[in-house]
């Protein structure tokens, strides 16, 4: 079972609205979440479900569907999968203070017949994503870590399928929305409800 250890040590639950979370024991379809992160840069926290948490990476840039571009992905530690619904402000002053956005969700499935976590150790994963903005195959591949640096890189790529697009890398960046209330950065940030639509 993997742990929580070292998110829940980064953070403290009296004071950011994210969740303590448990490690949880789920059979079947796997989730994933990405979360567009208004911290001190604009990242994408990009997380599967594997095991009973959420394997998570920051992504540098918003994912690209021109299968030619592999965006940098940097390994941090697991989240609870009470994770993927989070969306609001980490306050100042905390880890990852600032504003986070529920930018896509749903389902993905390992294309490799291997479990998940074997393909996770050996740092390849190949996976259908079924969800609002990411569709299609998509790859996972470690690239490396020097020692002595607890950062792991690894790079996101489309793979080449119906769902790719050549020629424009960052063609996702203008879906500025929350797949969960509809809200932008912005808005979560001032606090305001669900959008009205
Ligand atoms: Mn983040």
């Known amino acids: 079972m993997a742990r929580l ?12 609205p994210e969740p303590r979370g448990k490690p949880a024991c789920r059979a079947g379809a796997g989730r994933f ?7 001190r840069r604009l990242h994408f926290d990009f997380r599967l479900e594997i095991n009973g948490v959420f394997k998570s990476w920051a992504v540098t840039k918003v994912p690209s569907l021109d299968p030619s571009v592999r965006r940098l992905a940097i390994e941090v530690e697991d989240h609870p999968l009470e994770y993927g619904v ?8 905390e880890y990852g203070a600032g ?3 529920l930018w896509d969700r749903g389902d993905w499935r390992s294309q490799t017949g291997n479990r998940p976590g074997y393909d996770f150790g ?6 259908v994503l079924h ?17 002595g640096d607890a950062r792991k890189s690894w ?6 399928d119906r769902e790719a697009k050549r020629g424009s890398p960052d063609r996702l960046a203008r879906f500025a929305r929350s797949v969960k209330t509809g809200r932008t ?4 940030v001032r606090g305001r409800k669900r959008m009205r639509r």
């Open 5 to 16: 250890s070292a998110y829940r040590a980064k953070r403290h639950f009296d004071r950011t």
């Open 33 to 39: 979440v990405v979360q567009r992160h208004r911290a």
């Open 86 to 93: 989070f969306e609001g402000v980490i306050p100042k002053g």
């Open 99 to 101: 504003a986070v956005q």
């Open 122 to 127: 050996k740092g390849v994963l190949k996976f």
């Open 131 to 147: 969800g609002r903005k990411l569709k299609g195959g998509w790859a996972l591949i470690r690239v490396g870590a020097r020692s």
């Open 155 to 160: 790079l996101l790529v489309k793979e080449r």
């Open 185 to 188: 950065l912005a808005e979560i």
